[in-house]
């Protein structure tokens, strides 16, 4: 059993700033990577943002100088500080875990971030 439970989701107005927390628990070992992903209604899930275990990360192009994920390795927490929020910001933002050997993949339920022009 893994568990991912975001928060920090809320409404904004655009130019704002929200900071999402993923708190994994359960089976956790050797997490590879940790990820956010956000849906918009009618979209594809795209990946956000994602934190291997060296601390390397990687961003969207669309959020790249904005957003900055970031980890508590000891705690199995991720976060994602977004900044200089936009409407298309607006998503369902979903943790994601990666770990093991066979990078056995985890979701959390998701946290509404709602951009409001």
């Known amino acids: 059993q893994v568990q991912l439970v975001e928060s920090g989701g809320g409404l904004v107005q655009a130019g704002g700033s929200l900071r999402l927390t993923c708190a994994a628990s359960g089976n956790i070992f050797a997490i590879s990577t940790m990820d956010w992903y956000r849906q918009a209604p009618g979209k594809q899930r795209q990946l956000v943002a994602s934190i291997g275990s060296g601390g390397n990360t990687n961003y969207a192009d669309s959020v790249k100088g904005r957003f900055t994920i970031s980890r508590d390795s000891a705690k199995n927490t991720v976060y994602l500080q977004m900044n200089s929020l936009k409407p298309e910001d607006t998503a369902v933002y979903y943790c994601?875990?990666?770990?093991?050997?066979?990078?056995?993949?985890?979701w959390g339920q998701g946290t509404q971030v709602t951009v409001a022009s």
């Open positions: 994601h875990l990666i770990q093991g050997i066979w990078r056995s993949e985890y």
